[in-house]
């Protein structure tokens, strides 16, 4: 498919979509949705979001079940989350056979074996501007059209700066790192308008089927896998206006596109596009001004991968026994 074909077929308004309909839709199609935040110290924001999605999308039936994965949080998660309706685990206590990394694709990965739904919906709990679009908008392309598998959500990024905001100043990796490296080596990719959103869905007959980065190449390591195996056409992104967070100091920002560039490296040696001749480094200095001098301290980032969940024997046991057995494998 054509990239502009694409964007003006595959490219939606949350306007277009409404719970009501979408929900009626649901129900005749017999689908069921599961609904997923990762968190990690996420007491200020987490309370609000569930409130607003127990309201607008879990008691009008829209989604059929809610968890939060949660990667030891240290503050007061646990304690808000529990008291809400809604089911809070640490992503260590999944599948402890398999060990445990630390990262945000090691809850993404490990949800899918606890979830039931035929959609799974994943969404970042940092959103201070929460709104049950962010979660319908992202549905609707999936209940609607068969042929869609997987939808981003996009916005406009402003930067926070002490009480004021930057317009479209904030998503600095996506906008510095990721972008020119996509219009570089998968340019059929570079109308993807944020390809680091922590907001997006999908069907599980194809999540199941894809490896996990551990950490915070997760989501441009979907991204490329969707689209070498299935083609640009199954990719869908929808509007939803506007996204307030907390960003992320520079130092911060710099580890993150670390582990980012080394799972965008996997990618392009895995399908033919880059040879790389040596193995990448692990070990990211970050350096530090303080007191008047220069710190530098040696970080180990990996980025490891897990493989898809049909090929876990737990997974395809649990699987055995329910409606929802793994669908063949992507070919």
């Not at 997923?36 to 987490?46: G, H, Q, Y």
Request: aromatic content about 12%; glycine content about 6%; proline content about 4%.
């Amino acid at each position: 498919m054509d990239i502009k074909e694409w964007y003006k077929k595959n490219t939606f308004h949350y306007s277009q979509f409404n719970v009501e309909k979408l929900l009626n839709l649901k129900n005749k199609k017999g689908l069921t949705i599961s609904l997923c935040f990762p968190t990690l110290n996420e007491a200020k924001t987490i309370g609000s979001i569930l409130k607003v999605v127990e309201r607008d999308l879990y008691k009008t039936g829209l989604v059929d079940e809610v968890f939060v994965i949660d990667s030891d949080s240290t503050d007061l998660t646990h304690e808000i989350v529990k008291s809400s309706v809604f089911k809070f685990i640490k992503h260590k206590n999944i599948l402890k056979n398999y060990g445990t990394f630390k990262g945000k694709g090691e809850a993404l990965w490990k949800s899918i074996f606890i979830t039931k739904g035929d959609l799974i919906v994943w969404c970042d709990a940092d959103i201070e501007n929460f709104n049950s679009r962010f979660i319908y908008g992202i549905l609707g392309p999936l209940i609607e059209n068969d042929k869609i598998n997987f939808v981003k959500a996009f916005y406009r990024r402003p930067l926070k700066v002490h009480h004021s905001y930057i317009k479209e100043e904030g998503g600095r990796v996506t906008e510095i790192l990721v972008k020119p490296i996509l219009n570089l080596f998968y340019p059929q990719l570079s109308m993807i308008f944020q390809p680091l959103a922590g907001e997006y869905a999908g069907r599980r007959s194809l999540f199941e089927q894809l490896p996990f980065f551990t950490g915070y190449g997760v989501e441009i390591g979907l991204l490329i896998d969707i689209y070498e195996k299935m083609g640009l056409e199954a990719i869908a992104q929808v509007d939803v206006l506007r996204r307030i967070h907390r960003n992320q100091p520079i130092s911060s920002l710099s580890k993150m596109s670390f582990g980012i560039l080394q799972a965008i490296f996997q990618k392009l040696q895995q399908y033919n596009k880059l040879i790389l001749v040596g193995e990448l480094n692990k070990i990211f200095r970050k350096v530090d001004y303080i007191n008047k001098e220069y710190i530098i301290t040696p970080v180990k980032i990996i980025e490891k991968s897990r493989p898809p969940m049909i090929e876990v024997k737990e997974y395809i046991l649990k699987n055995t026994f329910t409606e929802n057995i793994p669908s063949k494998k992507i070919t």
